[in-house]
């Protein structure tokens, strides 16, 4: 193999490709040459780069459309399309794709790159490329967009072949259509369809089908069963047939309506190597297929395996030559990566060549290898390296001399989880690699030892602080009975932080098989972090991640303190050394963000196999110490002593006795910076369905209803104002309303506010006119966050929050699993850069889907990561995604499934501990922000308050944006160390003039 170094500029020139005409839209005399505007309004306006772009002006109930007239699709074609788009205004969604092949897409204000792939429907004279919008009330820009054929490359796995969303577990074949994906409609086992696609679904007129072909090489299935999801119904049938041949088609099931449904294949089909199954609408059938998926018995038990689907371009293939792509190896850091090409046709040697730049490079590398001449076929491999996560590009040649005879481009992603640049070995044995890293990444299982040595773990944190850290031990034969436990930490000056504020946690893994999107990735995902036990195995050639984090006592004496973890498996045994510096100063008891995460109680009885409400509160106090410990306020820690409210002969009275007893234990003791409030007869809903309210047997808008509720919302602000915990409370009675509920909004929100004005109102939604004045604490989902509108309105003496959820998804801060380490930690991170408030999670501990898992079946979260939906109409039995780990940064316990009783504490997650940090480095930069105006009224050295001025913002090499904000957390604790050290320096200067 030969390595060489080439600028990445070579590759650009042949990784554009641009098969549409006038793509760029600059061509054109009073309109783009090759695109005329259908349905609607829009205008040639000005480019993203200078040249111009498309615009398209939606009504809020109209469609409208830029159409390309010269492109056509191939019949059966795999493309991938991308361009540039940017848009103001509400509602609806922009619009892209063929006409057949549709992809929607939420507008932002900023210009933003959209790619996807989309195979085109054998039927293809109505065919159309076209980008544009649906129901937006506003404005949207295309530009700079590109086309381009692809070619897959499946991976090859113990002798056979599998794509994305295939899978073989010992005697059984698995697949499942990934419609929500970034290939959208394509899959290995599509054989050909009619029926069109939008988004992430099927859409089938009369008479148009869909067939899947599923093979796992000559071996032969036995059994097999088909699962669908019809998640919109208009009229007839969706007939599902199976087939042997593809030729004679036998009933297998039928849905009529919206269901999920699963059906046996016929037992004639079997024995077969080849299993067809066509979906099929009957005549006058319109209807929409959400999922599908196949399983199928095998005649024998098969290594285990994972499929995957790349996408080449083929640039250039000379006539002289036939080259087909085979195989493009894992493309993971740390893998033997390989690249398999079979070459057919050539009378003299050649040579294949693998041009990879990785994410960041300014130079490409180069791999290369002979072709030996022969007319027949010759396999060739090149073998490559990979080292960094991200997006990338390869390129791979077969040329004779310097003349190229074939050439194709691949662009991959390599997930976070898969980066092996970063990370400080300690030792390195025959036995074992150890190594360790900073908390904020996430180790995957297979990533090799890194190479850099840093015996010394250091670690550095406030008074009152916890901080974690990871040591990794991957042994090269099995560890069996490790043990792992750490000395007292000490100081020069005799200070000692003693061993009982040092735990250890085992870093577990969750097994991703649906990504949440295309940042995600199937594989083991680093998420729950149980109690290491006093033993433990490791298997050979696996990380195994330890997760250690020290409480530092709020008294404890600043200096440098150092310890000893020792880590033992029979004879042999590592000492690694630990440094912590503690900083001079602590970290408040409150955190200044607040927040407000939901919790169901009603779950611990489950999953914790209790028996009485006794053993139920004290596993919950058990839950509401963890939040406390983690500076995180749920949203109702007084739910199982609930206010008992009763109206009688005209009358309300209220029952404080319980509540009071817990509020003061979590509100006062364990120090909960805000609750929810409910409120009875309030009515409610979301933009899916709403209810009015219901009082003491009088409906809303009635006399009586609104004389009971004055009384009775009157006694709770009177009782909590007089209890002091008026501050923290809020009311949060409907959630994310659409605009046709605002004025059903506004009537609730004004009636809290004539009874109990002290009451804070908060409502997740952006600010809007049609609300004004009536909300006191407004919570946009992140992507709808506008910095303007919600400074405006905290200006106003509002609060603003902000929450995420299923969304948004892609590069903003999210709460997935399968997303990048920093995102929880970055988050609150951006709470501080643009003043929000406080941060709102619908859940922490959704451990299954009603919907998705009719009780009394129950999800296990340590098996299956997936956040399904439930609710908004969703029928029994469906299975759709909200995304990994949605909902859920608690665990039950991992042996919940035994039936046995346990009176403990949740298992936290990465993601949790990420909130953690966040939170206790957004009270760091607080501190130096509020002694730089302490410093500023002393008038200590102009110059040192400078330098800590410009420390109080977060520096853009950290983020700049919601989705501009780095991946890589070293960053983070530079600007994290820089705002300390400046906060030790400004305190004695201050200390310095008060006396």
């Known amino acids: 193999m030969k390595l060489l170094i080439l600028p990445a500029a070579v590759l650009s020139a042949v990784f554009a490709s641009q098969a549409v005409e006038n793509p760029s839209f600059d061509i054109g005399q009073s309109s783009p040459q090759g695109w005329v505007l259908e349905g609607g309004q829009g205008f040639w306006d000005a480019g993203r780069t200078g040249g111009r772009s498309v615009c398209v002006v939606g009504t809020g109930s109209d469609s409208s459309y830029w159409r390309s007239t010269g492109f056509v699709p191939k ?260 893998y033997g990566n390989t690249v398999r090409l079979a070459v057919l046709g050539h009378s003299k040697p050649l040579v294949a060549k693998i041009s990879v730049v990785e994410p960041g490079a300014k130079r490409a590398r180069v791999f290369s290898a002979g072709v030996p001449a022969g007319p027949r076929r010759v396999s060739v491999s090149v073998p490559y390296e990979l080292e960094k996560s991200g997006e990338g590009q390869i390129r791979i040649s077969v040329a004779s001399g310097r003349t190229e005879l074939w050439t194709a481009s691949v662009n991959y992603t390599v997930p976070h989880l898969y980066a092996a640049d970063y990370g400080y070995s300690v030792s390195a044995s025959k036995e074992a690699d150890v190594w360790w890293c900073e908390a904020t990444y996430k180790v995957s299982r297979e990533r090799p030892a890194p190479k850099v040595p840093k015996r010394e773990v250091v670690l550095e944190a406030a008074k009152g602080e916890y901080e974690p850290v990871q040591m990794v031990l991957r042994p090269r034969r099995a560890l069996r009975g490790v043990s792992a436990a750490v000395t007292d930490f000490r100081s020069a000056s005799g200070g000692v932080i003693p061993s009982s504020n040092v735990s250890i946690r085992l870093v577990d893994y969750v097994k991703v098989t649906v990504p949440t999107d295309s940042l995600g990735a199937e594989g083991f995902w680093p998420d729950p972090l149980p109690p290491a036990p006093s033993r433990f195995d490791v298997p050979a050639n696996t990380n195994q ?205 004004e009636l809290i506010h004539r009874h109990a004005p002290k009451l804070a109102r908060m409502l997740t939604e952006q600010p809007e006119p049609e609300l004004s004045g009536a909300v006191d604490i407004w919570c946009p989902v992140l992507d709808a966050y506008v910095p303007e509108k919600c400074q405006a309105e905290q200006r106003q003496g509002r609060k603003v929050w902000w929450y995420v959820c299923t969304g948004p998804k892609g590069r903003y801060t999210t709460l997935f699993i399968d997303h990048p380490a920093v995102n929880m930690r970055m988050w609150v991170w951006l709470s501080y850069k643009y003043g929000v408030d406080g941060l709102l999670v619908w859940s922490t501990n959704y451990w299954t889907s009603p919907t998705a898992f009719p009780p009394p079946a129950k999800q296990d979260p340590w098996a299956d990561p997936m956040s399904y939906v439930s609710g908004y109409g969703t029928p029994a039995g469906t299975k759709a995604y909200w995304g990994n780990g949605d909902g859920r940064f608690l665990y039950p316990p991992k042996g919940h499934t035994d039936g046995r009783k346990r009176i403990e504490g949740p298992v936290d997650s990465f993601r949790w501990e990420m909130l953690r940090e966040g939170i206790e480095d957004a009270d760091t930069f607080f501190i130096l922000r509020d002694m730089v105006l302490e410093a500023k009224r002393l008038g200590v050295n102009p110059a040192l308050v400078s330098q800590a001025e410009r420390l109080v913002s977060i520096p853009p090499t950290v983020a700049s944006g919601l989705t501009e904000f780095t991946r890589d957390p070293l960053p983070m604790y530079k600007h994290r160390r820089a705002v300390a050290l400046m906060i030790e320096r400004l305190k004695k200067a201050i200390s310095g003039k008060q006396r």
């Open 75 to 334: 019949a059966g074609g795999l493309y991938r399309l991308s361009f540039w788009m940017k848009g103001e205004g509400s509602g609806g969604c922009a619009i892209a794709g063929l006409n057949t092949a549709n992809r929607d897409f939420g507008i932002s204000k900023e210009w933003t790159k959209h790619t996807f792939i989309f195979r085109a429907p054998e039927e293809q004279q109505v065919a159309f490329l076209r980008v544009g919008q649906w129901h937006v009330n506003g404005r949207v820009w295309f530009d700079d967009l590109t086309i381009s054929q692809l070619v897959p490359i499946h991976r090859r796995a113990n002798g056979f072949v599998l794509g994305a969303g295939e899978r073989v577990v010992g005697d059984t074949y698995a697949f499942e259509a990934q419609l929500w994906s970034e290939v959208g409609n394509y899959s290995r086992p599509l054989a050909k369809h009619t029926a069109g696609f939008n988004t992430d679904r099927w859409t089938f007129g009369g008479g148009q089908y869909v067939v899947y072909r599923h093979e796992i090489g000559s071996v032969r299935q036995t059994s097999g069963r088909v699962s669908l999801s019809v998640r919109y119904h208009v009229s007839g049938a969706c007939e599902v047939e199976a087939s042997s041949d593809g030729a004679s088609w036998h009933p297998v099931g039928r849905i009529t309506g919206v269901q999920t449904g699963e059906f046996q294949v016929p037992e004639q089909i079997f024995p077969a190597r080849t299993v067809w199954i066509r979906l099929r609408a009957g005549d006058g059938a319109q209807f929409q297929v959400h999922g599908y998926g196949y399983t199928a018995k095998l005649e024998k038990v098969l290594p285990d395996a994972d499929g995957a689907t790349r996408f080449a371009e083929v640039h250039q293939a000379s006539p002289g030559v036939k080259v087909e792509l085979v195989d493009l190896g894992m493309l993971r850091p740390g």
């Open 545 to 749: 991640p330890l997760w250690v984090t020290v409480k530092v006592p709020q008294d404890a004496k600043a200096g440098l303190y150092r310890a000893n973890l020792s880590i033992k498996s029979g004879s042999w045994q590592v000492d690694v050394p630990l440094r912590l510096r503690v900083w001079d100063f602590a970290l408040p008891e409150a955190p200044r963000i607040t927040s407000a995460f939901g919790f169901s109680e009603g779950l611990l009885r489950s999953y914790h196999n209790l028996d009485t409400r006794e053993e139920e509160a004290r596993v919950f106090d058990l839950y509401m110490q963890d939040f406390a410990e983690h500076r995180i306020s749920p949203y109702f820690p007084m739910a199982l002593a609930p206010i008992r409210v009763q109206v009688e002969n005209g009358d309300v009275t209220l029952d404080f006795t319980e509540f009071d007893k817990a509020a003061h234990r979590y509100l006062d003791e364990l120090g909960f910076t805000t609750f929810m409030l409910p409120i009875q007869g309030m009515g409610g809903g979301t933009f899916y369905e709403r209810y009015p309210g219901s009082f003491g047997g009088y409906q809303q808008g009635t006399p009586e209803y609104e004389r009971l509720m004055g009384k009775y919302l009157k006694a709770l602000q009177d009782h909590l104002e007089k209890k002091g915990w008026l501050s923290k409370a809020y009311v949060y009675w409907f959630d994310e309303p659409d605009p046709k509920d605002y004025e059903f909004v506004r009537e609730g929100m």
